[in-house]
């Protein structure tokens, strides 16, 4: 038996609005929106020397290399995305190889760009070569615990072959006369490049910054799991050819009475600062806060790569979404990807909140500025069998 009910005339008008809005690429309304929080509970501590003594040392042991010396020694092959992404004004893509698609033990969490490194000029060019940086975090075994991370640099330059090179991030540890490194143990689930600088989020702490003009070079023929220095001048790093060592730390601090979660973080370079937002569930989560996620704009010293020794944060946000894996800020425009809801938010504050369909598995996302082109959000997708990397023109999810 079926029973049809009637509906009013308004409802049924609401209803088709809605379901059309819900198409790929068409903005639907977010009933919520943000709100505004004090900015200036929210503090940055800023280091950039911690490790300059043993960085010294490691570098007269190891000897340096370029990003272009890595590039010209790259030994991954991109390839083309196969998977139908359905995604509204999407512009380009590549997968990884297929190892590296299907690892169960290595994710795709960050994403910037030499873009976010050096702008527009000369083509968006770091040390000749227009790049993508994707951070990964490493478990101990299929279904272990967090054991490492690292960070894939990626040819995105017609004059280059379509290759990809993997890079270990390490901590500087023992002494100067016996200079030593580990593992970095963290999710490593947003990551932005500025001038020489990556900063990679560090969830309970705020960020790690390591330095792209100081690549170490290593040694390779170990096991796999050898790490660190095997004699005076023989260091292995998991058979990586290249770590990049940690140069300081970003440590947060707030007057909240609730810590920040480093999730995610992103570039503006029309702002320049970094935002970052928490990944939180609304309840149930045991390994994620249950709570409302916020998210904080820092700035840079002024004219600067660098933060100041102390920064306040400029902004602050409370969101009304939840499971944030990705944030991006430009020109007083907010987007935040939600893999709880397969959902892109895109929200300003004079225009209030839309969102977009997205894809399932969504990371982190950069915004790539062009002068000749449209102007892009690159983002990711973690899923094993799925390691899409991609890129939509940001005009289509712009309210």
Known sequence: MSIRVRLPRATVALTLTVSAALVAGSPAFAASAPTSLPAGQFTLSANYTKFDALNTALAGKLGTASVSDVMDNANHDRQGITDSLNLAGYSTGFQFDDTDVNDCANFPQGITTSRDAVGTANSGNYDGHQLILVSWYTKDGCGGGTSRS?????????????????????????TTAAPNFKDVLIHAGGVSWYGDYLYVADTGHGM????????????????????????????YAHNYAYVLPQVGTITAATTS????????ISLDRADPSIVMAEYTCSSGCTAYPNRAPRAVRFPFAPGLTTFAGSTTASEALQLPWYKLNGVASHNDRWWFNSSGDKKLYYWTPAAGPSSYSWVSGGESISYWEDTTNPDLLWSLQEPVGHRNVFAVEQASYDG
């Open 257 to 264: 009475g609730t810590s920040l979660a480093w999730s995610s």
């Open 150 to 174: 690292r960070i894939t640099l990626v040819d995105w330059d017609a004059t280059y072959p379509n290759k990809y090179r993997k890079i270990l991030l390490v901590e500087p540890t023992g």
């Open 208 to 235: 790690r910054v390591f330095n792209m003009a100081k690549i170490l070079k290593t040694n390779t023929g170990g096991t796999a799991d050898q790490i660190g220095r095997q004699s005076d001048t023989t260091y």
